[in-house]
């Protein structure tokens, strides 16, 4: 099972939106509802940001909002503040092992 | 408040054993299935196995099967992973998390290296 795709970058200025993509394939993130993202400070453990495609946990900003189209699902941050500097996982369960995430996407706020 | 500790992280030789914990405490641990997953330094997330509330089904990613066995022990709230044969590759923090991966641990870290 290969790693969904991130873009290994995204940046932004403080109060923009900035969108990060998660592709994978009909046999992941095409065929699931349970595609996560997650939020990880360096050297902190991963925070869920969203989970079942769009979902927020209790206490989660909602300047965090995910979504999915065909393979690719999407985590967009609006109104980026400093604290959103971060690395970001997406995960989706998948046909042949129960889980699988992409390989991160490091959010710069400029 | 709902918590995980990993604990039993080291160094280890190739070869060698190691067994993690994972302390459970402010929820039902028996209600939940939960999953190990593990980051090498400077590289992404990874799953590595899973098990059933009660035991009773275990997966692992393909890398690990066969080396590592996941076990949990409700009365105890606690969560396990042995790992034989360990390899410079697992080199990694493994962390435990409940469910869906929404509670995780702080990790804990095991070197493999001669």
């Known amino acids: 099972q290969s790693a969904l795709t991130q873009p290994a970058s995204v940046s932004g200025s403080p109060g923009q939106s900035i969108t990060i993509s998660c592709t994978g394939t009909s046999s992941d993130v095409g065929t699931s509802n349970y595609v996560s993202w997650y939020q990880q400070h360096p050297g902190r453990a991963p925070k869920l940001m969203i989970y079942d495609v769009s979902n927020r946990p209790s206490g989660v900003s909602n300047r965090f909002s995910g979504s999915k189209s065909g393979n690719t699902a999407s985590l967009t941050i609006s109104g980026l503040r400093a604290e959103d500097e971060a690395d970001y996982y997406c995960c989706s369960s998948t046909s042949s092992s129960p889980y699988v995430f992409g390989t991160g996407t490091e959010v710069t706020v400029l | 408040e709902v918590q995980l500790v990993e604990s039993g992280g080291g160094l280890v030789q190739p070869g060698g054993s190691l067994r993690l914990s994972c302390a459970a405490s402010?929820?039902?641990?028996?209600?939940?299935?939960m999953s190990w997953l593990r980051q090498a330094p400077g590289k992404g997330l990874e799953w590595v196995a899973n098990?059933?509330?009660?035991?009773?089904?275990?997966y692992y990613v393909g890398s690990v099967k066969g080396r590592f066995t996941i076990s949990r022990d409700n009365a105890k709230n606690s969560l396990y992973l042995q790992m034989n044969s360990l390899r410079a590759e697992d080199t990694a923090v493994y962390y435990c998390?409940?469910?869906?991966?929404?509670?995780w641990g702080q990790g804990t870290m095991v070197t493999v290296s001669s």
């Open positions: 098990i059933k509330e009660d035991g009773t089904k275990k």
């Open positions: 998390a409940r469910d869906a991966f929404d509670v």
């Open positions: 402010g929820f039902t641990f028996g209600s939940y299935w």
